[in-house]
């Protein structure tokens, strides 16, 4: 089965970190940018972060500049999304998910995206 599994959700207090790992199922990530998503109650999709398939990296949200990295390791078929400093606005479920260019995957135009984990962050 072709999938991308999320894991390393959890709860933290403010000012703590996360990292995020994004690993694919049945496919070799080497030739896609994956992206990270987050979503929280009432609110719309918000793209954060998309790493191409050449290791560029992207970071779309203007409030984790500074503090949210992504990196890949295409031998484990994995990406990551490192979160410092986090704030309870981080606070959502967050996706990852793969597209051929990060310009699509902005757009969307998803090839594959995993089902979320779940990221608290209260005191």
């Known amino acids: 089965q072709l999938q991308l599994v999320e894991s390393g959700g959890g709860l933290v207090q403010p000012g703590g970190s996360l990292r995020l790992s994004c690993a694919a199922s049945?496919?070799?990530?080497?030739?896609?940018?994956i992206g990270w998503f987050r979503q929280a109650p009432g609110k719309e999709r918000e793209v954060v972060l998309c790493i191409s398939s050449s290791g560029a990296s992207i970071t779309y949200a203007d409030s984790v500049k500074g503090r949210f990295t992504i990196s890949r390791d295409n031998a484990k078929k994995t990406v990551y999304l490192q979160m410092n400093s986090l704030k309870v606005e981080d606070t959502a479920v967050y996706h990852c998910s793969a597209s051929q260019t990060c310009a699509q995957w902005e757009r969307f135009e998803y090839d594959f995206y995993g089902q979320g984990t779940q990221v608290t962050v209260s005191s």
């Open positions: 049945g496919f070799s990530l080497g030739g896609y940018a």
